[in-house]
């Protein structure tokens, strides 16, 4: 993981046990290397404008996970997820289903023959520049941070579900497309499959948070 962000942020990783606990502080141009567990399936997000105490209790203005640095649950959306299923053929994505709170992208490196659409993934550019209002997240004057229409609306179409629950009859929509069109390789919606799920084989990834800087 890199943080080209220029502060602090705070990764958050479920399940977490074997990357610091399932959360940390990283500063402005840090990385860090993790090694995951043969199987692990989790996803990993970051946390902005947090204040922990020594004991590792607080709060954070996106991506929380309750009070707690050490996340053992998914964060409060909207935050930007990176999704990773690791088996003999390893499977990822950047979703942006659950809103937008900071650039994230996945690059593999090293990977062997046998992985399709094995290349970058997510969204390196910043949509809480362009965020409809109707979607802003704002903190002191500023967006934080870009919220899904199903989270904002939580209709049925927007969401996904009841007679909208499969991908013929969910379709991509003016807010989907918006995303879609600034972060190509991300999903957008729930459905939005074909061109936002990458797979690899026997990779490593780097997980760069604000690579556009």
């Not at 995951?36 to 399936?41: E, K, N, Q, T, Y």
């Amino acid at each position: 993981m890199i943080n080209y962000c220029k502060t602090t942020i705070w990764p958050a990783v479920t399940p977490g046990e074997n990357f610091g606990g399932g959360g940390f502080a990283l500063k402005a141009g840090q990385s860090i290397v993790f090694t995951a567990p043969v199987g692990w399936s989790g996803r990993i997000w970051a946390r902005t404008g947090c204040d922990f105490d020594s004991a590792g209790n607080g709060s954070c203005q996106t991506g929380a996970c309750g009070s707690s640095l050490k996340c053992g649950a998914s964060g409060k959306p909207p935050a930007t997820l990176a999704e990773f299923t690791l088996a003999a053929l390893d499977f990822y994505d950047v979703s942006l289903v659950d809103g937008f709170n900071l650039p994230v992208t996945v690059t593999p490196v090293n990977a062997q023959q046998g992985g399709k659409n094995c290349s970058a993934a997510g969204c390196d550019r910043d949509l809480r520049t362009d965020c409809p209002a109707e979607l802003a997240v704002r903190e002191g004057g500023r967006t934080v941070a870009c919220r899904s229409a199903c989270d904002v609306f939580d209709t049925d179409q927007y969401c996904c579900r009841g007679v909208f629950g499969n991908a013929a009859t969910c379709q991509p929509t003016f807010y989907s497309k918006k995303f879609k069109d600034a972060c190509p390789t991300a999903y957008s919606y729930a459905y939005d499959d074909p061109s936002s799920i990458f797979t690899c084989a026997a990779a490593d990834y780097i997980i760069t948070f604000c690579g556009n800087r």
